[in-house]
């Protein structure tokens, strides 16, 4: 056995408590309107300073002074900015924000495992405000942070919890980077800054080290505001994180994963969690439209592809439906000549779920099929499944509110 599956085998069986947190600081009902400077692109910072009065030569120094104070010190106080003068750090103040969203609550598994609940303040007048959970996964020598696109979720694959909550809207560019800085604020992973000492944050330079877009939603079904946000998260002045360090994970959303490739250039992981169409219609309907064949084409396509940027290709083990040796053989034929690494999930349940998870023994044949084909095929760890953490488990209580139920609420004329 394979020492990644024995300690998955381990961590699955054994007993997980949940440890609430005290000092989260509490989710306040009103925000600020003033619209935030987080999330904008480098070049709409700089229309924006400009917007304010600064002359032209100024613009690309102020736009990189603010950029290195957002990102690479973490602050939410204009006046911390000391090398921007004191009239031009008013006039920020006073139209702009560097909020971060509420955190409703934020739960740490008996695994090390964090997850946040983070609310999102209303973008117009009527709507209503948005909750979305985003993950970090602490290891010994890494951590990695699960990040949300969509509130609810486009797709409806039928193994996933996030996808019985249909879809409210996509998250801006703000809402994905501000994931990212909540996560840093509570992992004290800024310069100068203390690490929690609950929990296990690794004893790194960096508490978050990787970035994954495999939370809420389907990221290339808000493909601009996730290249933004992903472009904002590599960008070597702020966050710095490496592209080869993020990754975005699709469901096969055919015509946009070249897209993706030539604008982010991050690495790619395809849900694919079945080798026959029959049978992947039914767990990913993307699928009847975006077929296997096509999908594969797609990511033998894929920009930059080679061994040193593989394709990881998520496979949910499923009790009896695509866990024989049969389905391994074909899993090993389908993806020939793709560099890629497959990622085995053990099937995490949650409350109406209609399947159950491979034994282990299963598992562990099919995985050794794989290996011996010559593909890496770890198994996932189940982490972080007692606060409902773990891999298609995230699913937030937002939903989506006709403009007429919302006039309702706010006591006006229905009519």
């Not at 480098?42 to 613009?59: K, S």
């Not at 004893?203 to 992903?230: C, H, K, Q, T, W």
């Not at 760890?381 to 488990?393: L, S």
């Amino acid at each position: 056995m394979s020492e990644t599956l024995d300690i998955a085998r381990k961590n699955a069986n054994a007993p997980t408590v949940a440890v609430p947190v005290q000092d989260v600081p509490a989710a306040e009902e009103s925000v600020s309107a003033m619209p935030s400077l987080v999330g904008l692109t480098r070049t709409a910072l700089a229309e924006t300073l400009g917007d304010l009065g600064v002359p032209e030569r100024q613009r690309r120094m102020r736009a990189a002074q603010l950029w290195s104070w957002i990102y690479s010190h973490g602050v939410t106080d204009f006046d911390v900015m000391t090398d921007i003068g004191k009239e031009l750090r008013t006039r920020l103040a006073e139209n702009f924000s560097l909020g971060r969203p509420a955190i409703v609550v934020e739960q740490v598994s008996s695994d090390g495992t964090r997850k946040w609940l983070l609310r999102f303040p209303p973008r117009a007048r009527g709507e209503a405000p948005v909750e979305v959970e985003a993950v970090y996964i602490p290891e010994h020598d890494r951590g990695t942070l699960c990040v949300s696109s969509q509130v609810g979720c486009t797709l409806t694959c039928r193994f996933c919890h996030t996808g019985t909550q249909p879809w409210v809207r996509n998250l801006t560019a703000e809402e994905i980077v501000s994931q990212i800085l909540v996560a840093r604020d509570r992992l004290g992973d800024w310069p100068g800054a203390s690490r929690p000492t609950d929990g296990f944050v690794p004893d790194a330079e960096r508490a978050i080290s990787n970035v994954v877009l495999m939370g809420m939603g389907e990221p290339l079904y808000n493909f601009d505001n996730v290249r933004d946000a992903v472009l904002i998260a590599a960008d070597g002045d702020g966050l710095s994180l490496s592209k080869r360090r993020i990754t975005l994970s699709t469901a096969g959303v055919v015509p946009m994963i070249a897209r993706a490739g030539e604008e982010m250039g991050v690495m790619l992981a395809i849900s694919l969690h079945a080798v026959r169409d029959e049978l992947r219609d039914e767990l990913v309907p993307l699928n009847k439209k975006f077929p296997i064949a096509k999908l594969m084409e797609a990511c033998r396509a894929y920009p930059g592809l080679s061994n040193a940027r593989r394709i990881t290709f998520e496979y949910v083990m499923l009790k009896g439906l695509n866990d024989s040796l049969d389905d391994a053989k074909a899993l090993v034929r389908l993806l020939k000549g793709i560099p890629a690494k497959i990622n085995l999930i053990p099937f995490n349940p949650w409350p109406g779920s209609p399947y159950e998870c491979s034994e282990w023994e299963q598992i562990e044949a099919f995985a050794d099929v794989v290996n011996r084909a010559g593909y890496a095929s770890p198994v996932r760890t189940p982490r972080g499944r007692d606060i409902m953490a773990a891999c298609g488990q995230l699913k937030s209580e937002s939903e989506r509110v006709p403009a007429w139920k919302r006039r309702v609420a706010e006591g006006e004329d229905a009519h």
